[in-house]
Every structure is written in C-alpha cells, then in structure tokens.
C-alpha cells in the first residue's frame, strides 16, 4: 500500500509564502510522476501542477507563483507557494499517479 502524505499547510497573508511537502512511501520504485491538485469549499477539486522526471507544468491560475520540485528524499515533491492569494485557499492534495494514491490533504488559508 503506497502512502501519500502532505505536509506545510497553514495560514499566510496574502502575498506570502508557504512551502507544502508531499512524500510518498510504500513504492520499491521511483515514482517520477506526482501532482498536486487543491480544493475548495463547494469547489471542484482541480488540478494546480505536475511533476515527471525534470518536467514541469502548472495550471495558469498559479503559474509563475508556484513551483513544484522533486524533494531531496526519494519520491517526495515540493510546492513552494509564492503571491499568494485569498482565492489560493483551499485543502492542497498530493496524487501519485502510478497508484492513483492521494494524500489526505493539507490546508491552505490565505487571509488577512
């Protein structure tokens, strides 16, 4: 059974900062693939930014805002956070595709 938990959540001000962390246990393979999708109360969960190999992709909404990288740990990722806004909040969910695993999520507040 493959686990996927998130981590980093929390409460920022708008234009702040947060870095979230996704790490992957369970696999006796490298997962290259990982996403990370968001939702938000009364929202459809939607996708925000994918990692393959040394590819990257991002939705237009956090482009230029947000990077994912690949953690210094075998099969963790990060999603640093940057400009944040209000609209950014919502519950940060990791998926490793290979498994269709998803993580329990980690809350994002964006607020003054």
């Known amino acids: 059974q493959v686990r996927v938990v998130e981590s980093g959540g929390g409460l920022v001000q708008p234009g702040g900062s947060l870095r979230l962390s996704c790490a992957a246990s369970?696999?006796?393979?490298?997962?290259?693939?990982m996403q990370w999708y968001r939702q938000a109360p009364g929202k459809q969960r939607e996708w925000v930014a994918a990692?393959?190999?040394?590819?990257?992709n991002y939705a237009d909404s956090v482009k230029g805002r947000f990077t994912i990288s690949r953690g210094n740990a075998k099969n963790t990722i990060y999603l640093q956070l940057n400009n944040l806004k209000p609209e950014d909040t919502a519950v940060y969910y990791c998926?490793?595709?290979?498994?269709?695993?998803w993580g329990q999520g980690t809350q994002v507040t964006v607020s003054s």
């Open positions: 990692i393959s190999g040394d590819a990257t």
């Open positions: 998926k490793v595709p290979l498994f269709g695993a």
């Open positions: 369970g696999s006796i393979v490298t997962i290259n693939a």
